[in-house]
């Protein structure tokens, strides 16, 4: 299986910055959508921002102005640059792909929907 590895969190005091990183393990030739989403104790996991392989991006209403997405295609790897960050931040940050094409050995695979296994914002004065 392809495996999405998210890093770059950690605790930040109100109005902080964090900049979270997610890679791409083995050989990836591929990816469509790449997204963000974080999930807070008891609460619902929730879509922060996307972007799709030609760069079109979307944020929840929350983060708009505050978040930014990009991504290296020639790395297949995504970023959440995260500024002004509030307490209500605060929440497991995962990785997603929504189809993936990679190879093992010399067979090309296509993988749907994988995860990323989350990096821990912790916004807190």
């Known amino acids: 299986q392809v495996q999405l590895v998210e890093s770059g969190g950690g605790l930040v005091q109100p109005g902080g910055s964090l900049r979270l990183s997610c890679a791409t393990s083995r050989k990836v030739v591929s990816i469509n959508t790449m997204g963000w989403y974080r999930q807070a104790p008891g609460k619902q996991r929730e879509l922060v921002t996307t972007?799709?392989?030609?760069?079109?991006?979307n944020y929840a209403d929350s983060v708009k102005g505050r978040f930014t997405i990009s991504r290296d295609n020639a790395k297949n790897t995504v970023y959440l640059q995260m500024n002004s960050l509030k307490a209500e931040d605060t929440a497991v940050y995962y990785c997603n792909v929504d189809l993936i094409k990679y190879y093992s050995g010399y067979i090309l695979y296509t993988g749907r929907d994988y995860w990323g296994q989350g990096t821990q914002v912790t916004v807190s004065s």
């Open positions: 972007i799709t392989s030609g760069g079109s991006t």
